[in-house]
């Protein structure tokens, strides 16, 4: 039964009530509770009594005046209670919920919008600069990014890894069109023999470790966001379906259906009557709420943190600049590399060849090649600090669950009569109990074992996500990129201000700005594959670069970071 029929249902419910009769002494005929008894559990109607009588047989519903419930009504009611409750947290937790689900998924299919738009990027310099690698280079830009995704989302793939073997695979079609073009020399063991190389030589400088540096401080915090929200969404449909214990269970039955017994079914509980049951069921869960509420404080660390290039954002619409700026770098050293190469590999055989043409989508490549400036609030950033303003008021939501149980659901308005356990009262003369564990010892309406393993499940679980929040965001001093795998990866630390390598400007006056630089497209007919041949040492070629980067960056846009999204399409 869904929460909008069972708040529908309760109101039919007081409607047919209202007919009937509220008093706690002198009633007459139990048809009332039979009508409600059978709407409400669907239970046949045949064997319940008729009219008020003694029920010696029962077990929690105990009265000295006659009642109208018999042991297996008793038995259907505690279940039902126990239905109510679980009703009632799933209404309570309803709107955090869909708020952490719906974002968890607005910020993964983002993120795979943005893979796939940097992907374009990369694909459209090939096919605009770099023509006749186009068509070879398409399965290493393609197995990169697919890499990222599946790091982003969870895979058991190595950054370092899949960034090396990138600019690994990269180097020999370098090699064979912009430094030696016209190398028929193919077989696997020259190809890979220059592959090897690229680590030893460096032919693209340290850019394959800016690249790696950048992708550890974006990929990572990225990674650990979406992974937190998932644990989130866990904990809620964990305690939403929460078992609860036997002595629980005849408290709510107790609370909620022991005064139709005696015909009182339109009263409410007492608030503080209603706040020892609920704050004993749920004591296990208010553990819940210190852990919670650090969870939601370090998950805002996080997404602060994230900025500049710590935010997958900037890094991945910015990737093509620096695989640009690689095939330019080692274009200029085009010289010293060749005869590199031809110590370690050998020399090749020479003989003029023609590459297959790029074949990437031109209508993919025309929509690529346009560049919106769109508001900050469009950005993944900007949508992230939405989503943690709108999170921050449920920090203490498990501490505060049970109250607002009762307060919103359960108990009886300020000043009406309401049901105490045993009858209609003015007001409730119990002791009312706090929230958490340590405070039930003095519940006279539960008692309440010491731990709930599912509980303790939730809060180690909780704890271990808190590390890693803790551990992903960066510090305002510096963050060390940790190294990964074991074949001495780079362990990079950055200082928390912006420094050239991160797209930042100086000014004369000492000012540091972080930017996006964002470069339009070269034209069509700039193809570095293309330049002349101007030297040629021992059958070697050198290209002339003369002018090359600074077509490369014809007509530059530098934006702020916060203003700018590149043809992402708005998923909200």
């Known amino acids: 039964m869904g929460a909008r029929t069972w708040r529908v249902g309760f109101r039919c419910l007081f409607l047919v009530a209202v007919l009937g009769s509220t008093r706690s002494e002198g009633v007459q005929t139990c048809e009332e509770v039979r009508k409600l008894f059978q709407w409400r559990l669907a239970g046949a109607v045949r064997g319940l009594p008729d009219s008020p009588r003694a029920g010696p047989d029962l077990q929690v519903c105990i009265s000295k005046k006659p009642t109208c419930c018999t042991r297996k009504m008793e038995e259907r009611y505690q279940t039902a209670a126990r239905q109510d409750l679980q009703q009632v947290l799933q209404i309570s937790s309803s709107a955090l919920k869909l708020l952490i689900s719906r974002n968890a998924a607005t910020f993964q299919e983002t993120l795979e919008t943005l893979i796939r738009q940097a992907e374009n990027y990369t694909s459209i310099l090939f096919c605009n600069t770099y023509r006749n690698m186009a068509l070879e280079a398409a399965a290493s830009v393609q197995e990169f990014f697919t890499d990222v995704g599946l790091y982003l989302f969870g895979a058991d793939v190595n950054p370092e890894e899949f960034v090396n073997r990138f600019f690994d695979s990269l180097f020999p079609l370098v090699y064979n069109h912009l430094i030696n073009p016209g190398v028929t020399d193919n077989s696997l063991e020259y190809a890979e023999c220059i592959r090897m190389a690229r680590q030893d030589i460096s032919p693209f400088g340290n850019i394959p470790k800016r690249v790696l540096g950048q992708m550890g401080r974006s990929l990572l915090p990225s990674r650990t966001f979406l992974q937190a929200l998932n644990l989130a969404i866990e904990v809620i449909n964990t305690t939403d379906h929460l078992h609860f214990s036997k002595e629980c269970s005849r408290a709510l039955l107790k609370m909620l259906y022991c005064p139709h017994c005696q015909g009182l079914t339109l009263s409410k509980p007492c608030m503080g009557y209603c706040l020892n049951v609920a704050r004993g069921c749920l004591a296990h869960m208010a553990e819940l709420n210190p852990h919670w509420h650090t969870y939601i404080r370090s998950l805002e660390e996080l997404s602060n943190a994230m900025h500049g290039t710590y935010d997958v954002e900037h890094v991945l619409l910015n990737f093509h600049l620096l695989v640009n700026d690689a095939m330019l770098q080692a274009h200029v050293n085009g010289h010293k590399l060749l005869e590199q190469v031809d110590k370690i590999c050998g020399r090749p055989v020479r003989t ?7 074949s990437f989508d031109p209508n993919k490549e025309k929509h690529g090649m346009k560049i919106s400036v769109r508001n900050g609030e469009e950005t993944l950033a900007s949508r992230r600090k939405d989503f943690i303003n709108s999170l921050r008021p449920y920090r203490s939501f498990y501490g505060g669950l049970a109250d607002q149980l009762c307060v919103n659901e359960l108990a009886a308005a300020s000043g009406l009569p309401c049901w105490n356990g045993e009858d209609l009262v003015q007001s409730y003369t119990q002791r ?4 958490g564990i340590k405070a039930q010892s003095g519940n006279p309406e539960v008692k309440v074992k010491a731990s709930d393993p599912v509980i303790n499940q939730i809060i180690d679980k909780l704890k271990h996500v ?36 991160d797209g930042c400007e100086g000014s004369g006056s000492g000012e540091v700005k972080r ?9 069509d007919d700039l ?22 980067r600074c077509a490369a ?13 590149m043809a992402l399409p708005m998923l909200w």
């Open 432 to 435: 009312v109990v706090g929230n």
């Open 515 to 523: 930017t996006v630089k964002i470069t339009r497209w070269m034209p």
């Open 553 to 565: 960056g014809t007509d530059p846009v530098t934006l702020t970071l916060t203003g700018v999204l």
């Open 352 to 358: 003029p060849t023609q590459s297959p043409p790029c």
């Open 527 to 548: 193809n570095l594959s293309d330049v002349k041949h101007v030297h040629q040492p021992d059958g070697g070629s050198i290209l002339d670069t003369a002018g090359a």
């Open 466 to 501: 808190i590390q890693l929040l803790q551990g992903r965001a960066p510090k305002p001093d510096k963050w060390e990129l940790p190294a990964l795998g074991s074949g001495g990866g780079v362990a990079e630390q950055v200082s928390g201000d912006c420094d050239d390598e």
